[in-house]
C-alpha cells in the first residue's frame, strides 16, 4: 500500500489521449527532423540543408516571411490592443456581444473572407498583381485582427481597476499610468497575441497566394510548392527551420505568463 | 481565563507525555472502548515527512481535536483516517481492524471539509441524499437501496438537527457561509458514521459565526453521541470544544492531553507559546527544586538536575502584582491594555518583559513587585542549545556546506595547532599536510552565534522562518532552508511566520569536528 | 481616471469604426449577392438568381455538407479524448502533468503548415491512403488542444475537496467522476466542443494536406476556384450570406445563453 490508488484512477483517463497525441504529434515532428537530415534514399545528409541556402530565393522568402510575420504582429498590435483596452474598459458599457462580434468572423470560413477582402479590395481600385505586398498586408491584418483582440481582451477585463487608481492615486499622469502599470500587466495578453500572429503569417500561404496574386512567396508557400512537389525531404527542412524559429520564440518568452485561457475561455 | 491551577493537577484521561510516550500506555490493548487507533503511522511524500510515527487511540464517542499551526500534518493525519491519503506506514485500526488499505467510500466515516465542498449542481437536499442514493442496507438477508421515502426522511431529520429544515429545494449557491457548513454536517452525519471527521470547518466564518458554531457543534456532539475527530489551528476552538486535544508539530505529536491538562502543564516550550498567553524564559536549575530565572532564585515543584538548562514558563494570570520590595523582583510596569475581565500589564525587569493579567486598574510608568508562586512555574528541558549538523563537509574551497549552503569557516580548528598554507592545505603542527575537500564534518553552531541579514545576497544561507518564541527579552526564531535544515536562532528582531530571511554565521563561531582520522585527509 | 464624455465617444467610435472596417468586404458581398452582376461593384437590379444557382450547385452543396460532418465528427472525437485527457492530466503527478502538458501546446505553438506536412509525412512514411480518417486526425490534431485548454480551468475553478466529498459520502471513484467531476466541467466541454467546430469549419491548410484529393470542403472548393478565376464566383457570395447568417444565428443563441446564465436544474 505504498502508493495512493485513489489517484490513479483519474490519471489513467490521460491514457488514450496521450496515445493519440503522441502518435500524431510527437511522432510525425520527429519523422521531420529525420526527413530534414535525410536525402532521397534515406541517408544522412546535409545535402538538403545546403541547397536550401545555396538558393538566394529561399533567403529572399526567409527574410519576406520574417518582415511581413513581424509588420502584421506590430499592425495587429497597434490596431488591436486599443479595441481590446476599450471593450475591457466597464464605464464605456460595451458587452459580450461586441466582442463576440469580433470573434463572428472567425466562423466565416477564412478562405471565403480573404478573397472577399480581394474583391473589395479589387472593386476599390487596388490590384493585388500590382501592389502585391500592400495588399497581403492588408488581408494579413484582416484574418488575425480577431486572434490579437482575443487575448488582450481576456487578460484585460481580469487586470484589477484598483491598481490602475492606486497609480493615478500617487501621482502617475494617464500616460505614466498605461506605460508603467497597464503595459506591463497587460504583457501576457501581448505575447499571446504576438505568438497566434507571428508564426502563423509566415506560415500561412493562402493568404499571400490570393492577396498577392502569387507574386509574394512566404515560408509556408515554400513548405506547400515542396509538398506539391512530392519533395517531402526538402519541405521537411524548412518546416524544421520553422520548428526552429518557433522554439527561439517560445524560449525567449518563456518568463511571461502567456494568456493560454485565451484561446479556450472563448465562451 | 482558565481557571486557577491546582498545585496536584489531574494527570487525568491520557496522560501528559512528550512526543514518543504513546497516550494511555497503562490501557490494555483490546480495550472494548476504542474505536479507532493509529499505530505508528507516518507519511512521507518523498524526503519529507508530514507525519512522522504517530500513535494514538480514541474513545468511542469522544471529541479529539488535531491541533497546531499550519503544516504540522493534522490534515495530513485527518485525511489518513478518512483514507484520502494512504499512511507510507503504520497501520489504522478500525474497532481492531486495520483499515489502513481502504478507499475512503468503504470506510464508516465521514468528513466535513474546510471549504465544505457542497456539490455545486445539487440542491441542499441532493447534496444531503447524495451518500444515501449510493448505500446499500441489508434488510432480511437482502441487500437493497433505500427507498425515496426512506431517504427523504433522513434527510428531514438531519436538516432538522442542522437547524435548516425549510431549505430542501434551495441552490447551494443562495446559501451564506454558515448555512453552507451546516448543510455540510447534515450530509456528513445523515450518513451516521461511526467517527465524524472535521477539518477546520469553521475556519471561514467569521467570529461570531464561529462562536455560534462551536456551541452548536459541541452540542450536536452530546446528542449524536459519535466521535468527532476535530482539527484546528484555533487554540481557543480546541480548548472549548475538546475532551482530548493532541497538539503537533513538524508531524509529530508534541502533547496529548485534556484542555485543562494542555494549559496548565505544557510539555514544552512550543505547546506553551502555543496555548494561551505564557512568559518563556531561559533559567538555570540551581538546586533541588529551585530555578533561576529572571535574575531571581525561585522555589519550583518540578525536579530536574542541578545546572540544567531549562525553559521556563509562567501564565500570566499566575504572576501576582505587589507594591515595590514586597515581590520577588522588582521591575517597571511600562504597558496596559484593557482587555475585558482583566488588566494586561507589561513589566520590564531590567530587559526582560513579563507579561501579567491583573483584575486591579494600576498606574503604570511606576516601580512594581511580583510574585509567582512555586505551582505557577512550569520547568521544562531545553529542547536545543545549539544547533548540529551531522552530515555538514567541508568543499574545495575550505567552506563548510550545511543544507547546501556554503559557510566560510576555519578549518584549521580541525587539527589542532594547524596552520593554513598560500593553496589551502592545512599544515599541521608537525609538518603534515591535509586536504580537507569533500571531508564529513558535524558542525556546530550556537543559538546566539547566527546572525540575521534582511538582504538575502549579502546572506550565507537563507529560509524561511517556521516559528518564533518570544522568551522575554529575546526570540527564539527558527529559520528553515529549502532542504529542511533548521538554524535555530536566539535574536532581538522579529520576524512574520513565513517571512524569508538571510543568516550570517562569523568562521570562527562554527565548530566543527571531524567524522573519522583526521590522518585520512593527510596528503602523502 | 474619470474620462470626458467627447474621449468616451471617440473611443466606442473607434471600436466601432474598426468593426466597419473589419466586416466591410463581407458586408459588399452580401450586398452583392442580392444581384446577378459578374463582378462586385455593378450593381445590376435585385435578384434571387445567385442563391438559385448556390442551392443548384451540386458542389458546392456537398462541400457544404463535407465541412460540417467533417467539423462535427471531429470536434466530437476532439471532445471525448480531449476532456479525458483533461481530467486525466489535471490529476497527474508534477512531472508528467508538465510533460503532457507541454505536448499539448505542441499543436497550438506549430505553424498549422508543420503540423499539416508532419501528419503527410506520417502517413506517407506509413503507406496510409489519405481518406477521410486521415483528415478527421488531422482535425483533432488541430482542436484537440483546444479542448483540454477549455476544460482545465473549471477544473482548477472546481473545489478540489468534491471528488473526495464524493468517495467520503460513499461513491465509488468512477461514480465520483460522473456525478460530482463531469457535471462541474460541462460548461468548460460545451465550449471545447464549440471552438472545436469552430477551428474546424475555418480551417484550410490542414485540410488541404491530409485530404483525399477528391474530398471537397468548402475552402478547399472555395481555394480552387477563387485561384483558378481571380475573383469569388457569384454564387459564392450567396453562400457568404448564409454563413453569415448561420454564423449570427449562433452568435444570438451563444449570448442569449450568457445573459440567462448558467441555469441550475431544480429539483
Known amino acids: 500500500m505504498q502508493k495512493n490508488s485513489l489517484h490513479f484512477q483519474r490519471k489513467f483517463l490521460a491514457i488514450p489521449y496521450m496515445i493519440f497525441m503522441v502518435l500524431f504529434v510527437v511522432v510525425p515532428l520527429l519523422l521531420i527532423i529525420a526527413y530534414a537530415a535525410t536525402d532521397q534514399s534515406g541517408m544522412p545528409s546535409v545535402e538538403n540543408l545546403m541547397s536550401f541556402f545555396r538558393d538566394s530565393n529561399n533567403i529572399n522568402t526567409l527574410i519576406i516571411s520574417l518582415f511581413i510575420g513581424l509588420g502584421n504582429t506590430v499592425l495587429c498590435l497597434l490596431a488591436g490592443y486599443p479595441v481590446a483596452y476599450f471593450l475591457a474598459k466597464k464605464d464605456l458599457g460595451f458587452t459580450m456581444a461586441t466582442v463576440l462580434l469580433f470573434v463572428m468572423p472567425m466562423w466565416i470560413n477564412f478562405v471565403l473572407r480573404t478573397a472577399a477582402t480581394r474583391d473589395l479590395l479589387f472593386w476599390l481600385g487596388l490590384n493585388g498583381g500590382d501592389h502585391p505586398y500592400l495588399t497581403t498586408m492588408i488581408g494579413m491584418v484582416y484574418n488575425y485582427l480577431p486572434f490579437t483582440i482575443l487575448p488582450l481582451y481576456t487578460t484585460m477585463i481580469k487586470m484589477d481597476q484598483s491598481q490602475i487608481e492606486a497609480s493615478c492615486d500617487l501621482g502617475a499622469t494617464p500616460p505614466q499610468t498605461f506605460v508603467k502599470i497597464i503595459l506591463p500587466m497587460t504583457m501576457p495578453g ?55 524559429m518557433i522554439v527561439i520564440g517560445s524560449f525567449a518568452t518563456r518568463n511571461i505568463k502567456t494568456e493560454d485561457d485565451a484561446r479556450g475561455g472563448l465562451w | ?120 449542481h445539487l440542491d441542499v437536499y441532493d447534496n444531503i441524499a447524495f451518500g444515501l442514493k449510493l448505500k446499500k442496507i441489508t434488510d432480511g438477508g437482502k441487500t437493497r437501496k433505500l427507498t425515496r421515502k426512506e431517504i427523504s426522511e433522513k434527510v428531514r431529520s438531519a436538516l432538522k438537527i442542522v437547524d435548516l429544515e425549510e431549505y430542501e429545494d434551495r441552490d447551494i449557491s443562495t446559501l451564506s457561509g454558515g448555512q453552507q457548513q451546516r448543510i455540510a454536517i447534515a450530509r456528513a452525519i445523515v450518513n451516521e458514521p461511526e467517527i465524524l471527521l472535521l477539518d477546520e470547518p469553521l475556519g471561514a466564518l467569521d467570529l461570531k459565526m464561529r462562536k455560534d458554531m462551536q456551541l452548536e457543534l459541541k452540542a450536536m456532539h452530546k446528542k449524536l453521541g459519535i466521535t468527532f475527530i476535530y482539527v484546528t489551528h484555533d487554540q481557543e476552538e480546541a480548548l472549548t470544544l475538546s475532551d482530548t486535544i493532541v497538539v503537533m508539530k513538524d508531524g509529530m505529536i508534541q502533547q496529548i492531553g485534556t484542555p485543562e491538562g494542555i494549559y496548565n502543564e505544557p510539555a514544552n516550550a512550543f505547546v506553551a507559546d502555543f496555548i494561551g498567553e505564557s512568559n518563556i524564559y531561559s533559567g538555570t536549575v540551581i538546586d533541588r527544586l529551585k530555578v533561576r530565572f529572571l535574575g531571581h532564585v525561585f522555589d519550583a515543584l518540578d525536579e530536574f538536575e542541578k545546572n540544567e538548562k531549562v525553559d521556563v514558563v509562567v501564565r500570566p494570570e499566575d504572576v501576582k502584582l505587589v507594591p515595590p520590595g514586597e515581590g520577588m523582583v522588582d521591575g517597571r510596569l511600562t504597558d496596559k491594555i484593557f482587555k475585558g475581565i482583566h488588566y494586561e500589564y507589561t513589566m520590564m525587569v531590567g530587559h526582560t518583559e513579563v507579561i501579567i493579567q491583573d483584575t486591579r486598574n494600576l498606574e503604570i510608568n511606576c516601580p512594581a513587585g511580583i510574585v509567582i508562586e512555586p505551582d505557577g512555574i512550569h520547568i521544562m528541558k531545553k529542547e536545543l542549545t545549539a544547533n548540529v549538523y551531522d552530515d555538514a563537509y567541508i568543499d574545495k574551497n575550505n567552506n563548510v556546506v550545511i543544507s547546501d549552503f556554503r559557510f566560510p569557516c576555519d578549518v584549521t580548528a580541525l587539527v589542532p595547532g594547524s ?37 538575502i545576497d549579502e546572506a550565507d544561507a537563507w529560509g524561511n522562518v517556521v516559528e518564533n518564541i518570544y522568551k522575554g527579552d529575546h526570540y527564539m526564531m527558527t529559520v528553515r532552508t529549502q532542504q529542511d535544515e533548521d538554524f535555530v536562532i536566539d535574536t532581538e528582531y522579529t520576524y512574520d511566520a513565513g517571512d524569508r530571511v538571510g543568516i550570517r554565521i562569523k568562521p570562527e563561531l562554527i565548530g566543527l569536528t571531524l567524522n573519522g582520522e583526521a590522518n585520512k585527509y593527510a596528503k602523502k | 481616471m474619470r474620462t470626458s464624455k467627447i474621449g468616451n465617444f471617440l473611443r466606442k467610435f473607434y471600436v466601432y469604426i474598426v468593426l466597419f472596417i473589419m466586416y466591410a468586404p463581407i458586408l459588399v458581398l452580401i450586398a452583392f449577392s442580392f444581384t446577378d452582376a459578374k463582378l462586385i461593384g455593378n450593381w445590376n437590379g435585385f435578384s434571387l438568381r445567385l442563391y438559385l444557382s448556390l442551392f443548384r450547385n451540386r458542389e458546392i452543396v456537398t462541400a457544404a455538407v463535407n465541412t460540417f460532418v467533417v467539423a462535427f465528427s471531429s470536434a466530437a472525437v476532439s471532445t471525448v479524448l480531449g476532456t479525458l485527457g483533461a481530467i486525466g492530466i489535471f490529476y497527474s503527478g508534477k512531472r508528467s502533468k508538465a510533460v503532457m502538458e507541454g505536448i499539448g501546446q505542441i499543436p497550438i505553438m506549430n505553424a498549422e503548415i508543420v503540423t499539416a506536412l508532419s501528419l503527410t509525412i506520417l502517413f506517407v512514411f506509413c503507406g496510409v491512403k489519405f481518406n477521410f480518417l486521415t483528415l478527421l486526425v488531422g482535425h483533432v490534431v488541430l482542436t484537440i488542444p483546444f479542448v483540454v485548454l477549455s476544460v482545465r480551468p473549471k477544473l482548477m475553478q472546481m473545489d478540489p475537496n468534491i471528488y473526495e466529498a464524493a468517495l467520503d459520502l460513499g461513491a465509488t471513484p468512477n461514480k465520483a467522476l460522473m456525478r460530482v467531476i463531469m457535471p462541474e466541467v460541462v460548461p468548460g466541454i460545451v465550449s471545447g466542443f464549440i471552438l472545436s467546430v469552430t477551428l474546424s469549419l475555418d480551417d484550410y491548410i490542414i485540410t488541404a494536406f491530409t485530404r483525399d484529393t477528391s474530398y471537397q470542403t468548402l475552402s478547399t472548393y472555395v481555394y480552387g476556384v477563387t485561384s483558378k478565376k481571380g475573383t469569388l464566383p457569384p454564387s459564392l457570395r450567396a453562400l ?28
Open chain 3, 240 to 267: 457568404t450570406t448564409v454563413i453569415t447568417l448561420l454564423a449570427l444565428i449562433v452568435l444570438l443563441a451563444a449570448n442569449r445563453r450568457s445573459k440567462l446564465g448558467p441555469k441550475k436544474n431544480k429539483h
Open chain 2, 419 to 455: 596552520r593554513l598554507d598560500g593553496e589551502g592545505y592545512v599544515i599541521g603542527p608537525d609538518g603534515k599536510v591535509y586536504d580537507f575537500t569533500d571531508a564529513d564534518v558535524k558542525a556546530t553552531v550556537g543559538l546566539g552565534d547566527i546572525e540575521l541579514v534582511d538582504n
Open chain 1, 190 to 244: 501581448i505575447v499571446s497575441a504576438a505568438t497566434m500572429v507571428f508564426m502563423p503569417t509566415m506560415s500561412s500561404y493562402v493568404i499571400s497566394d490570393v492577396m498577392g496574386e502569387r507574386k509574394i512567396s512566404l515560408i509556408g508557400n515554400s513548405i506547400q510548392l515542396y509538398f506539391d512537389q512530392g519533395l517531402w525531404h526538402m519541405g521537411s527542412l524548412v518546416a524544421l527551420i520553422m520548428l526552429i
Open chain 2, 1 to 120: 481565563m482558565g481557571p486557577k491551577p491546582a498545585v496536584f493537577r489531574k494527570k487525568s484521561f491520557g496522560t501528559l507525555c512528550p512526543a514518543k510516550i504513546k497516550r494511555g500506555d497503562a490501557v490494555v490493548k483490546d480495550d472494548k472502548n476504542i474505536i479507532i487507533e493509529l499505530k505508528n503511522v507516518s507519511k512521507h511524500y518523498g524526503q519529507t515527512y508530514a507525519v512522522e510515527d504517530f500513535n494514538l487511540y480514541v474513545k468511542k464517542g469522544e471529541f479529539i481535536t488535531f491541533l497546531g499551526p499550519s503544516g504540522c500534518g493534522k490534515t495530513t493525519t485527518l485525511r489518513m483516517i478518512a483514507g484520502f491519503e494512504m499512511p507510507t506506514s503504520g497501520q489504522i485500526l478500525l474497532n481492531g481492524t486495520d483499515i489502513s488499505g481502504l478507499p475512503p467510500y468503504q470506510r464508516p466515516v465521514n468528513t466535513v471539509f474546510q471549504r465544505y465542498a457542497l456539490f455545486p
